[in-house]
């Protein structure tokens, strides 16, 4: 068996250019992110990297763990300076990257983002819960429930009754619900997208209102009969709100690289 002393680094990426890196969620997949790649593509260099949540050396569970394995990502690709987003945690871990290295950020797009308000886990899900429970509430993510297929569930319940991962997932959802950014947002200067369905049951439509509110240079959209994962509800609508304030956010975003270098 292959051994290993830090996460392993995996990622999806499409395009070419300026560099936009999207993040999972706490259940999410790189893989939730393709078709949004496939429609970034000929905008940017698009990259949805794996967060090393169920990854055995990833040690230090905390927000601002995954966000330095993010860092360490953008060295091996050689990226100096990146727009990050993130669904969910993955916003979450992106507020974060962008309060502790902001030369390394240079714009945020969020969406159903944590770090506001946190549901509990462990409430939402019980130990070593029932199918049908793990049904249920994984169609509170989605407006449609036909996106959660039974391969999906089924996928889902192996993880949740698996001891050693359903413990990882505990850990991590705790570790964020500690860490409220609330306080720092003011002090984020790049621009940043904040685009939320607008029947999110998880992170509801105030949370976005209140990241608008707080960030100091944001964009706020609401995608309709959409819940708390645009990426995989409506992936072209939102990849085409994100492209078009890349586009006209790039004069600014290149100001403040160009400010960061000197």
């Known amino acids: 068996m292959k051994r290993h002393d830090r996460p392993q680094q995996r990622w999806l990426e499409r395009g070419q250019g ?16 393709d078709e949004v790649l496939d429609r970034l593509a000929p905008s940017c260099r698009a990259l949805a990297p794996a967060l090393p949540i169920f990854d055995p050396a990833f040690t230090y569970t905390s927000v601002q763990a995954l966000s330095a394995h ?16 993130g669904n969910s945690l993955g916003g979450h871990v992106a507020i974060r990257l962008a309060l502790a290295q902001p030369n390394r950020v240079s714009g945020l797009v969020l969406t159903g983002t944590s770090g506001l308000l ?23 993510v989605f407006y449609d429930r036909r996106h959660v297929t039974p391969g999906w569930v089924d996928a889902v319940c192996r993880t949740l009754n698996d001891p050693a991962l359903a413990l990882r997932l505990v850990r991590m959802a705790r570790a964020a619900k500690r860490d409220n950014v609330e306080a720092r947002l003011p002090a984020i200067a790049v621009p940043a997208l904040v685009v939320w369905g607008a029947h999110d049951r998880i992170t509801p439509p105030s ?13 706020l959209t609401f995608l309709p009969r959409c819940g708390h994962a645009p990426m995989l509800e409506h992936p072209a609508a939102w990849a085409d709100i994100v492209a078009a304030w890349l ?3 790039r004069p600014r975003r290149y100001a403040g690289t160009a400010a960061a270098a000197r």
């Open 118 to 140: 946190e549901p509990s886990f462990s409430r939402r899900v019980s130990h070593r819960p029932g199918r049908e429970l793990v049904r249920e509430r994984m169609e509170e």
């Open 207 to 219: 949370v976005a209102e209140r990241l608008h509110a707080l960030l100091p240079d944001s964009q």
């Open 18 to 33: 300026e560099a936009v890196i999207l993040l999972h969620g706490l259940m999410g997949d790189v893989v939730h992110w």
């Open 70 to 85: 993010v860092v360490g990502l953008m060295d091996t690709l050689g990226i100096e300076r990146a727009v990050i987003g």
């Open 247 to 249: 586009a006209r956010t």
